[in-house]
């Protein structure tokens, strides 16, 4: 980890150490600003917020939205559930599998796509759903999605 | 006068382009010199046809829809915001059929107004509540929501009053509103229509929660998934603590309230109360066995009214209009309005807030027109991935929660997802074990290893490997997981899994009418 994320990590804790249920928020913020929580901040956070090093780990492991090692430039998610798998989502997921040549939880060769699986964007009203970064995309066909892809590439 | 043009905020209008439709019309109004005030309003949930621009004439608002992007110089070209002719138009908005053939209570004022103004709220009859709330002890404020019906609308239709009550009663220094917004169920997104589209309403409803149970502080546990609401919620709250709507003195009436969004991170589980506090409370989302009920000790051990953010933001007409007056819609014990969701393979899709009674049918054939691809709808799951799975035997089902439970049915959130004939309800079956197996909290068995074995033993059932014995223990498995379970997700697995056995055999390799 560069010396530049762990300044970034103290400031976050500080901002954070007084917070009631602080660990989530500060998961989040510490997430939000460098892209992943280092297992290497642990401790730190262990100790600022008197909780155990395996309790801190317990919580980042527990939910699918954080993850502890940097992502790609982009992630792409792409939806799983029932309202997208009746608009034809499987064939979706399959072919951007094939085209961007990883699985789920993978990230491309050139580091631009980090590929994620998500249950449900809210967007059902408008199945198959994708969402670049923060970006929601309805009615994702093969078109769309080689769309998004390129403007990852190419950002 | 600049003229009032709408392009909604919602995150469904702008996963369709939204963003680009406004950018443009910009553009291109700066471009002519015409001068206009551009409103970005919530949607009015016909995504068939977002992004729906609308006009402000004197007749009233103009509808322009679905506007792409590459529209907007031929709007301007047709005089569209004088309401001109063009392609698009569909006319007054208020006339058309779809909206007026709903009644629209909790969702009163989505579409209309601008989301993020104080001002704009209280002009459409915002706040009315809180002020009545005000005059009232908080015994005659839980009375009034008791004697209107409401239960949670979350899924488990638990009456708001009753659990209201208890907390108002449970003595403590401290106590505390949680809004339920892990809104995780694939087909719902009314709680995300109402949190980008008229976020003062769950924010004055839980104001007025806290005014009824004496809790100082509140809290939306908002999912990761929804970065829009996360930022319409934050800026409608900055805007209700200025106005003095939020805060140590609401409406100078040295009573305080306190807000505060706090964002999940991607577990299903934590849409379970027990677990969301848990979460919460800075830990992993773990289910809490009950009692004691949150009620009684909810956060940090604290009495804590947990309420759907439909819940919390249907309150608001209810202490404006009087529990009555919501009282009176509705059929049995399912009382007031439900927003039901329209979604999957349907051509147009949307939200319908109708009192409990109307039938699945209506819905998806005279609101939703039947199915996108144009086939035969053949099944259609209620209430999210934990709700069984109808045939076309079951549409004329009215929406009520005893008449959902008669047929092994659940309203749920009261999203609704079709599938049309092309659909392999094995393969369904399999993919809510898995869904279960990805979500599961791992606290109790049934669930944990239950959810990874369904998926085993469905997997031999689909390539037809010792066949009935695998269906006996699917079902086998099933009942444990129903009886056995700590919470709804692996106690409501079985919803999915064993109607879909039950309403579509010949897809497991039964003969029709088989039960095995």
């Not at chain 1, 600022?48 to 395996?54: D, F």
């Amino acid at each position: 980890m560069s010396d530049e994320n762990l300044v970034s990590i103290d400031k976050h804790i500080e901002a954070h150490v007084n917070v009631p249920g602080a660990l989530m928020p500060l998961l989040h913020a510490i997430q939000d600003d460098i892209g992943y929580v280092p297992e290497s901040s642990y401790s730190k956070i262990a100790k600022a917020l008197n909780l155990s090093v395996a309790e801190v780990h317990g919580v980042v492991t527990f939910y699918h939205h954080f993850r502890t090692h940097a992502p790609g430039k982009h992630i792409l998610q792409i939806c799983r559930a029932e309202s997208c798998q009746s608009m034809g989502s499987e064939a979706l997921e399959a072919y951007v599998k094939k085209t961007l040549g990883v699985d789920y939880h993978q990230t491309t060769a050139d580091g631009a796509i980090t590929l994620e699986p998500v249950y449900c964007l809210g967007n059902c009203a408008c199945s198959p759903a994708a969402s670049i970064d923060d970006q929601v995309c309805g009615r994702v066909d093969v078109a769309r999605v080689n769309e998004i892809i390129a403007e990852a590439r190419g950002a | 006068m600049a003229i009032k043009i709408y392009v909604p905020r919602d995150s469904s209008a702008l996963s369709l382009g939204a963003h680009k439709v406004a950018a443009n019309i910009q553009a291109e109004a700066a471009k002519r010199g015409i001068e206009i005030n551009l409103i970005r309003n919530g949607s009015r949930g016909l995504f068939w046809l977002e992004t729906m621009v609308e006009v402000a004439t004197d007749k009233g608002r103009v509808a322009y829809g679905p506007v792409m992007p590459k529209d907007v110089v031929s709007l301007f070209d047709a005089d569209f915001i004088s309401g001109g002719a063009h392609p698009l138009n569909l006319g007054l908005t208020a006339e058309i059929e779809w909206l007026k053939k709903q009644e629209r209570l909790t969702f009163a004022r989505v579409g209309i107004t601008d989301p993020i103004s104080v001002e704009d709220y209280v002009a459409h009859d915002g706040y009315k509540g809180l002020k009545n709330a005000l005059a009232k002890s908080g015994a005659e404020i839980v009375k009034e929501v008791t004697d209107s019906g409401l239960r949670g609308r979350g899924g488990a239709a638990f009456p708001t009053g009753i659990k209201w009550n208890t907390v108002l009663n449970a003595p403590a220094d401290q106590k505390y509103i949680v809004c339920n917004a892990d809104e995780g169920d694939s087909g719902t997104y009314s709680d995300r229509m109402i949190m980008e589209g008229d976020p003062l309403v769950l924010v004055e409803g839980m104001t007025i929660a806290g005014l009824a149970v004496g809790a100082t502080q509140g809290y939306i546990y908002l999912r990761s998934e929804y970065p829009d609401a996360l930022v319409t919620l934050n800026e409608a709250i900055t805007n209700a603590y200025q106005a003095g709507y939020l805060g140590d003195d609401i409406c100078g009436s040295g009573k305080r309230f306190h807000l505060e969004v706090r964002r999940a991170a991607g577990a299903y589980v934590c849409g379970e109360e027990t677990s969301l506090l848990e979460s919460l409370e800075g830990k992993r989302g773990l289910v809490r066995f009950k009692p004691p009920l949150p009620a009684i000790e909810g956060l940090f051990g604290k009495p804590t009214v947990v309420n759907n953010v439909i819940s919390l933001a249907t309150v608001p007409i209810v202490l404006d209009k009087g529990g009555k007056f919501y009282q009176d819609f509705g059929m049995g014990r399912s009382r007031g309005t439900l927003p039901i969701q329209l979604a999957g393979n349907i051509k147009q899709c949307g939200l319908v807030e109708k009192a409990f009674g109307v039938t699945l049918r209506e819905l998806l054939y005279d609101f939703g027109g039947g199915s996108a691809s144009g086939k035969p709808i053949r099944a259609v799951q209620v209430g999210g991935p934990l709700g069984a799975y109808l045939p076309e035997s079951q549409f004329d089902t009215p929406l009520d929660y005893e008449k959902f439970t008669e047929i092994w049915a659940v309203l749920g959130h009261g999203g609704i997802v079709a599938f049309d004939d092309t659909v392999d309800m094995a393969k369904m079956a399999r993919y809510a074990f898995e869904f279960c197996a990805v979500e599961s909290c791992g606290k109790c068995t049934p669930c944990r290893i239950g959810s990874t074995r369904g998926v085993e033993v469905m997997d031999k059932i689909i390539a037809k490997d010792d066949h009935a014995k695998n269906i006996s223990l699917i079902r086998d498995l099933s009942d444990t997981m129903l009886n056995g379970s700590l919470c709804a997700l692996g106690g409501m697995t079985p919803y999915p899994v064993l109607s879909a056995i039950n309403h579509f055999p010949e897809d497991f390799g039964l003969e029709k009418g088989q039960v095995a």
